[in-house]
């Protein structure tokens, strides 16, 4: 993908369907952490923009990594995210701050590894089974139109499931 909100839409379809089992926010940590290396190769002018981070192997270390740290930092962040709605009228965007440990290494994990897996189909740098083969079998796998069009499409329909899971559980709570 060439910015990583594209891979927040696949993201935002899996937070709908698992709920409180997947954290939402390590996983965008985990998509930010993954494109380190191509912006440093961007900066530096480098012909290929997908090394070792962009691989399966590197997808378990930088998932680990985002696991251990983008749970405290995500946490902070959600703090930081409830402290500002102070008022009245603002208390309904408040949401949970605290990120259990499986949540966050299946959104951390599950970040990485569907990082490689989106990029593997578009980028003719990429080698996701390094080193072992320099092959990439689903380079191409889909057209680049319809693989940005997919990941907009899941973040629209997580987006609103989420939406509607969160709107019938006030009403059920509210009647």
Same mark, same amino acid.
């Given at each position: 993908?060439?910015?990583?909100?594209?891979?927040?839409?696949?993201?935002?379809? *899996?937070?709908?369907?698992?709920?409180?089992?997947?954290?939402?926010?390590?996983?965008?940590?985990?998509?930010?952490?993954?494109?380190?290396?191509?912006?440093?190769?961007?900066?530096?002018?480098? @012909?290929?923009? &997908?090394?070792?981070? &962009?691989?399966?192997?590197?997808? *378990?270390?930088?998932?680990?990594? =985002?696991?251990?740290?983008?749970?405290?930092?995500?946490?902070?962040?959600?703090?930081?995210?409830?402290?500002?709605?102070?008022?009245?009228? !603002?208390?309904? !965007?408040?949401?949970?701050?605290?990120?259990?440990?499986?949540?966050?290494?299946?959104?951390?994990? *599950?970040?990485?590894?569907?990082?490689?897996?989106?990029? =593997?189909?578009?980028?003719?740098?990429?080698?996701?089974?390094?080193?072992?083969? =320099?092959? @990439?079998?689903?380079?191409?796998?889909?057209? !680049?139109?319809?693989?940005?069009?997919?990941?907009?499409?899941?973040?629209?329909?997580?987006?609103?499931?989420?939406?509607?899971?969160?709107?019938?559980?006030?009403?059920? *709570?509210?009647?």
């Amino acid at each position: 993908m060439p910015f990583t909100p594209f891979h927040m839409g696949p993201g935002t379809a *899996i937070k709908a369907v698992c709920g409180r089992y997947f954290s939402l926010t390590v996983f965008g940590f985990a998509q930010v952490i993954m494109d380190i290396e191509p912006l440093m190769r961007m900066v530096r002018g480098d @012909n290929i923009l &997908h090394g070792v981070t &962009h691989t399966y192997l590197g997808a *378990i270390c930088i998932g680990a990594l =985002s696991a251990l740290a983008g749970k405290p930092f995500c946490a902070f962040l959600l703090r930081f995210w409830n402290a500002g709605l102070g008022t009245k009228y !603002l208390c309904w !965007l408040r949401i949970q701050a605290d990120i259990p440990w499986a949540p966050a290494i299946a959104g951390a994990f *599950i970040g990485t590894f569907s990082h490689v897996l989106l990029d =593997s189909m578009m980028h003719a740098d990429m080698q996701p089974f390094a080193p072992f083969s =320099s092959n @990439n079998g689903l380079l191409d796998f889909l057209p !680049l139109g319809f693989l940005h069009l997919l990941c907009v499409f899941l973040g629209v329909f997580g987006g609103f499931t989420i939406f509607l899971v969160w709107a019938w559980r006030k009403w059920s *709570i509210d009647v």
